[in-house]
């Protein structure tokens, strides 16, 4: 191997143990105006891993821009001062941070690019493809087949909200690795939709995980916190960084969840909030007409943790109200539910417990295997 040098991207050379901007060329757009997806570079001064990060893919998904805002600089919003999360000085190898993949998509607040294509269904992209696949192609191709690992960061729709949670192929050992340093407290499997960055990169070499939290077109504290403690979770756990790793309170893998939707048109009325655990055959939601004549109950199938809830009162039959993961072992239930109702409380006087992992619908396993 040869000597820890600086990161050349384009024009742009990082020396080690600094940081610079660069950027991606998309072409003009049609004022004969550049286009480009603007990078943050922090080039470690000892050899090490290379980390990606991207956001708002989908356009008006915000929470994932302020959360590589504040990894970036702090809540300063200033570079190279007290309150920055990282040094590059002391760090190992390379974190590239993508703040907004769908530039214009966020500039109209929107999830789609300006074509309304979901960009991330079309990875890897096409060098002579649609301007979504051309976008795909240049990012996959100069940024995502250079990393050594992958953090791709989201929101709900602006209907809903999902509580943090990471989404990672559990069958990969890596992935799998990278989803617990990250410390959510829910870890879903899933391995993405064909056409996703997560999907394609893993599938390229490149072990990615997936990160949903909040809402979309808000910068939301709790969710741009959990981000950042992930990422930089992450970094540790890859050696990048010197630190501890945040653990979760306690922490679920599971395979099945189950999403409970309106059975009929109406106002909806949440009886719960996002986090909040129930038990099956517990009413979650009432569906009323506008003058309230007439009402509707909706009951929780299963016993489990809410990780995704509705937060628009209009529903048509079918809209999803509430994503609850199927929780089985009955410690675990009277863990989460001890948890949930004590409220907002530091941290550290929170248990940290067993994990448990959902196989499938007929079983559980206690994942007890910590690295
Ligand atoms: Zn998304």
Same mark, same amino acid.
């Given at each position: ?98 703040? #907004?993949?769908?530039?214009? =998509? /966020? !500039? ?5 690019? *300006?074509?309304? @294509?979901?960009?991330? %269904?079309? +990875? ?109 979770? #992450?970094?540790?756990?890859? =050696? /990048? !960084? ?5 653990? *979760?309170?306690? @922490?679920?893998?599971? %395979?099945? +969840? ?114």
């Amino acid at each position: 191997m040869g000597e820890w040098g600086p990161f050349k991207f384009g024009d742009v050379r990082v020396k080690p143990g600094s940081r610079e901007q660069a950027e991606i060329d998309l072409g003009d757009d049609p004022m004969g105006n550049p286009m480009n997806i603007p990078l943050h570079i922090i080039h470690g001064s000892e050899r090490g891993p290379t980390l990606v990060v991207t956001a708002a893919i989908h356009g008006n998904e915000m929470n994932g821009t302020g959360i590589i805002h504040q990894l970036a600089f702090g809540s300063d919003h200033q570079a190279g001062t007290t309150d920055d999360h990282i040094d590059p000085e002391a760090m190992s190898g390379t974190l590239i941070l993508v703040p #907004v993949v769908n530039v214009e =998509g /966020m !500039l109209l607040q929107d999830r789609n690019a *300006p074509d309304g @294509r979901d960009i991330n %269904r079309l +990875f890897p992209g096409k060098k002579d493809g649609n301007q979504s696949q051309r976008l795909a192609h240049t990012l996959f191709d100069q940024v995502v087949r250079r990393a050594d690992y992958l953090i791709d960061l989201h929101t709900a729709p602006n209907t809903r909200m999902n509580v943090p949670h990471v989404r990672a192929n559990l069958d990969n050992t890596t992935c799998k690795k990278l989803a617990r340093a990250f410390g959510t407290e829910v870890i879903l499997h899933s391995n993405g939709p064909e056409g996703s960055i997560r999907r394609t990169a893993t599938d390229a070499g490149v072990p990615a995980i997936l990160l949903e939290s909040g809402t979309s077109n808000r910068f939301e504290p709790d969710s741009l916190e959990c981000g950042v403690r992930g990422i930089l979770n #992450v970094m540790a756990k890859l =050696g /990048m !960084l010197e630190g501890k790793l945040v653990k *979760p309170r306690w @922490r679920i893998l599971v %395979r099945r +969840f189950r999403w409970i939707r309106a059975p009929e048109g109406g106002l909806l009325h949440t009886l719960i909030d996002g986090g909040a655990s129930v038990k099956k055959g517990e009413t979650i939601a009432h569906i009323t007409d506008p003058f309230g004549s007439s009402v509707v109950s909706i009951t929780s199938p299963v016993t489990g943790y809410v990780v995704g809830l509705a937060t628009t009162p209009l529903v048509r039959p079918g809209d999803p109200i509430a994503n609850v993961v199927i929780v089985r072992e009955k410690k675990l239930q009277e863990i989460i539910e001890k948890d949930t109702q004590a409220g907002l409380k530091p941290r550290e006087h929170v248990e940290e417990v067993e994990e448990d992992e959902i196989e499938d619908e007929s079983g559980s396993t206690l994942d007890e295997t910590e690295s």
